[in-house]
């Protein structure tokens, strides 16, 4: 296994030096995974654009929160679980999303559920997903734009969730009190 670097504005190649400052200057610290992410500048601009995208679609918080944390929990990425908890925290998302969503037990709503399972779908699925299952999505209020933009949140999650596996990057402190592992009875089903 390799051992991967997470690094300092003062380790980190120089094309990734200003966007860890950026990332300290907005976090009050480097996350981990930006710190693992800078040894790829590519990598680490393409996620940032990703992301700053992602906040700018459609979705509602809830949404967004439901469409990253249904790609982490699919993906078993044990940095993103936490991350994503505190992060909904600090975007004042009802904890029983989040619990529902960490567990893999029912959505408050309908429509939620409907997101989570499209999302997973389009995951297990690398994006074939039938007619029927598309239908049920846009009955439930959805619409092609939120397809679109469901894959642009799945492409931010796989360029995170891939680094941690391999990078095994800590979880962070702040968010070590949402440590999480995926549920037995759930790894036997896969």
Known sequence: MADFTIHTIETAPDASKPML?????????????????????ALMAAYNFAHQQFMETSLTNEEKTVVWQTVNVEQNCHYCVPAHTGIA??????DAITNALR?????????????????LLMVRNRGFVDDADTQAFLDAGFDQRNILEIILGVSQKVMTNYTNHFARTPVDKVFETFAWEKKQANLATE
Request: aromatic share 2%.
């Open 21 to 41: 400052e950026t990332s300290l200057k907005n976090n009050g610290r480097i996350p981990g995974l930006h710190g693992t992410m800078a040894e790829a500048p």
């Open 89 to 94: 925290k600090m975007m004042k998302i009802d």
């Open 103 to 119: 567990d893999e037990t029912p959505l408050p709503t309908a429509k939620l559920e409907a997101l989570r399972d499209f999302t």
